[in-house]
Structure formats: structure tokens, C-alpha cells
């Protein structure tokens, strides 16, 4: 049962991941493009889903419950591998600032984002 959660919540995360991403460069690479590189809306989907995932691990949901989001929803909505390939895309084209900004602000401000959504659902 859990594994059909996990695979039903997966496609609604990917159905999300696909609104913000397209919603994000339409409207927020404007804001983006005017100041740096930085790709905006895979930021925005990966920091959403670390804190996301530590607030529900935080407030100690049922295992049926954590297939359905934690493993399923936050796993079709977060992006790794879109993550690293527009890192690698800013390396290649030299754009060593916002590569190191871009790496520094994912997998630091994740790492903090996780602990803070876990805090925050130990309080609940």
C-alpha cells in the first residue's frame, strides 16, 4: 500500500514541480536574468521541499503518511538532477559567482531549511 502511495503522491509533486518551474520562468527569471543567472524556480522548489520534509518528519507522521509526501510528493517535487545539470551549465559558461552563490544557497540554505521545518514541527 505504502508503495502505491509513494507513486500516486510522486505524480502530484512532479504536477507541482511542473507549475512552479514554468510559472517561475515566466515570472520570476525576468527578476532573475536582471541581476544574475540564478535559476529561480529549481531554488525555490528545492528550499520549499527541504523545509517541507523536515517539518513533516518534525511533527512525526505515520509511516503511510510520510510514503504519500515525504517520499512521494516532496520526491516528485524536489530536483536534484536539474539542480546539478544547470550547475554544471553555469560552470561551463564561467559564471563562477553565481555557480558558487547557486551551489552555497541549495545545499547549505537546504541543509538549514531541513532543520528549521524539523524544529519548527517538533513545536507542533
Known sequence: ????????????????RYFFTNYGKKHWEKIGNKYSNLPFP????????????GFIFGIGVPPFFYALVGTGVLGGYTTF?????????LFHDRDYRIFILYALTSYLGGLFLVYVGFYLGKLF
Open 81 to 89: 538532477s536539474t539542480l546539478n545539470t544547470e550547475l554544471v551549465s
Open 42 to 53: 529549481t531554488l525555490f522548489i528545492n528550499l520549499t521541499g527541504a523545509f517541507t520534509l
Open 1 to 16: 500500500m505504502n508503495l502505491l502511495l509513494a507513486g500516486l503522491g510522486a505524480s502530484l509533486g512532479a504536477m507541482l
